[in-house]
Structure formats: C-alpha cells, structure tokens
C-alpha cells in the first residue's frame, strides 16, 4: 500500500472486496488481510482488478487478519 505524504489518498494493491463503505469507514478485504481506513469524506476513487484508490482525509488506518 502507498499513502500519500499528507494521507489524502492510499493505493491499496491486491484488493478483492469491499467489506464496508462509508464516508467515515472502508475497509477493504485483500484476501488474508483487511484494511480499514478511518477519516472523513473518504472515498473509493477508482476500482480496478489491480487495486483501488482510497481518498478523503484518512486519519487512521488499521491492519488486521
């Protein structure tokens, strides 16, 4: 995963599903590893078979399995 400097957006690789989707919480599912994102105005700005592209005001991220 790359974030950018400011957290404004995170390239997340590897993506197979979204778990859940709100403008305050997404957490995404890459198989044997899930990944929430909290902030604000999040969003998913593209989803591709490669990865998708969290934007918004990301203030934490958690990593779970």
Same mark, same amino acid.
């Given at each position: 995963d790359?974030?950018? =400097? #400011?957290l404004s957006e995170c390239l997340v #690789? +590897? *993506?197979e599903?979204? %778990? @859940?989707y709100s403008n305050t919480?997404? /957490?995404v599912s *890459? +198989?044997?590893? @899930? %990944? $929430?994102f909290w902030g604000d105005d999040l969003k998913i700005n !593209? &989803? /591709?078979r490669e990865g998708a592209v969290v934007q918004g005001n990301i $203030?934490?991220?958690e &990593? !779970? =399995?």
């Open positions: 790359v974030c950018s =400097s #400011d #690789d +590897g *993506l599903k979204i %778990i @859940e919480k997404i /957490t *890459l +198989g044997s590893q @899930e %990944i $929430t !593209s &989803f /591709t $203030t934490s991220m &990593f !779970s =399995s």
